[in-house]
């Protein structure tokens, strides 16, 4: 499974911005794919992941009720809603992907999200 992800920019603080990971290839593995984040001199923040079905959410404490996680089985593709956006929220984003019978996940690249005070 390969990743693409996009959809970041720079936004004002309080503003929004939807971030997309489309997958290609072996999507019939899927079992969850996800976000993390990472901002400069930090370690890597988990944000958000979704099962590949059924109903299935988790969020980082960062982020929740600001932050919505959706997929389109259809497109082989899951969104990130972010609302609310806070300067804190400055960072490279990166989805993954959590496939059966692995023990590691796929990363796609980041995108950057920039959010101004």
């Known amino acids: 499974v390969q990743l693409q992800a996009f959809g970041g920019g720079l936004v004002q603080a309080g503003g929004s911005l939807r971030l997309v990971c489309a997958a290609s290839g072996l999507t019939s593995s899927i079992f969850a794919l996800g976000w993390f984040r990472q901002a400069p001199g930090n370690e890597r923040e988990f944000v958000a992941a979704?099962?590949?079905?059924?109903?299935?959410?988790l969020y980082g404490d960062a982020v929740k009720g600001r932050f919505t996680i959706s997929r389109d089985n259809a497109k082989n593709t899951v969104y990130l809603q972010m609302n609310s956006l806070k300067p804190e929220d400055t960072a490279v984003y990166y989805c993954?992907?959590?496939?059966?019978?692995?023990?590691?996940?796929?990363w796609g690249q980041g995108t950057q999200v920039t959010v101004s005070s």
């Open positions: 979704i099962r590949w079905s059924g109903v299935s959410t």
């Open positions: 993954y992907v959590l496939r059966w019978g692995r023990s590691t996940a796929t």
